[in-house]
């Protein structure tokens, strides 16, 4: 594993004619390269020592900056790093162009296999709760605590605001999407995200908002930017049709580390009554449920989510060492990547 630390303002080939990527007080970024792929990792500094580590796992159309407020809550509960997947962020696509939950997973599987800071508490928000959830499935071995927020898991009754995402992965419509809305201005169609992520889009900061902008400009220049987003929402309407040993369902009840889930009453994305499916399947599971939150809870309401969080970690603190022993041979009985 290769390692570079990124400055704030980053090099032309990672973002070309393009604004700097965001580095908020406090973190540093940095680039690893993998076989196969290179990603940019988003980190505290100075880490603390002795603290477990954490990596954090964003969702579609979303990067590591997601998980800014609660990695910075969290600053004295556990080593944070949260991973620009491939293709989004400032990491570049996957050489491979694997952009489904399997590919992700792998690509979450190399990181921690390379990095050396496994077991982690594992965090994940929307498609990166789908992939978390096949990590902590196929590789025990590597998650010690599993936090999900409004995870990607699949519905039988899709919410009608959640269908234009989803037919972003239908060949085609992306293109028809891009046509129809070439006039929009960076600042609609973050308004239009943030109304259809947020439970309450007056909770968001004129800075926060200004950031989004910026961002978004910058990805729209990169030439992968649609690939990704389309192959990506792809990879999920796939998971969702996969039946099995490895459907989604099937391998959350394979899930062996204790699971925090959080959903949002006024999630437009994830239905919120899949709360209670996903309860009864983790076996090891507690549930944070927000009436007022939408599908980011952890950026809309970090202190509650990070609250939330460090009593899972209080109540797992003890029995960890023995979890982590107990799941280091289930390890060996599965294959990395399937």
């Known amino acids: 594993m290769s390692s570079t630390e990124l400055p704030s303002v980053p090099p032309t080939d990672l973002a070309p004619k393009a604004a700097p990527v965001r580095v908020a007080e406090g973190e540093r970024l940095t680039s690893v390269g993998l076989p196969g792929l290179t990603l940019t990792v988003r980190s505290r500094r100075p880490a603390r020592e002795g603290l477990p580590p954490a990596l954090y796992v964003h969702g579609l159309a979303g990067s590591s900056q997601n998980w800014s407020s609660l990695m910075a809550e969290l600053d004295d509960a556990v080593d944070s790093e949260a991973l620009d997947l491939p293709g989004f962020g400032d990491s570049p696509p996957p050489d491979d162009g694997d952009y489904s939950i399997t590919g992700h997973a792998r690509a979450v599987i190399r990181y921690l296999d390379a990095s050396g800071r496994a077991p982690v508490h594992l965090f994940g928000n929307s498609l990166g709760g789908a992939v978390c959830t096949r990590v902590a499935a196929l590789r025990p071995d590597l998650v010690r605590t599993l936090t999900l927020v409004s995870p990607a898991l699949p519905e039988l009754r899709i919410q009608r605001t959640a269908v234009p995402t989803g037919l972003l992965g239908v060949p085609g419509v992306a293109a028809l999407f891009a046509r129809l809305t070439r006039q929009w201005t960076p600042e609609q169609r973050v308004r239009g995200s943030m109304a259809l992520c947020y439970g309450d889009p007056s909770r968001i ?76 399947a983790f076996r090891d599971s507690r549930l944070l449920a927000l009436p007022d939150a939408g599908h980011v809870a952890m950026m809309e309401y970090p202190e509650t989510v990070a609250t939330a969080f460090r009593e899972l970690l209080a109540d797992t603190t003890a029995s960890g060492a023995d979890r982590v022993e107990g799941v280091s041979g289930a390890a060996e009985s599965v294959t990395q990547g399937s």
């Open 205 to 280: 900061t004129p800075e926060a908002f200004r950031y989004a902008v910026e961002e978004l400009e910058r990805r729209m220049q990169l030439p992968y930017f649609w690939d990704a987003m389309v192959r990506s929402a792809r990879g999920v309407v796939n998971a969702y049709t996969l039946g099995g040993q490895h459907g989604l369902w099937r391998q959350a009840e394979r899930v062996l580390a204790p699971t925090l889930l959080v959903y949002g009453g006024r999630d437009k994305l994830v239905g919120f009554r899949m709360a209670g499916r996903a309860a009864r």
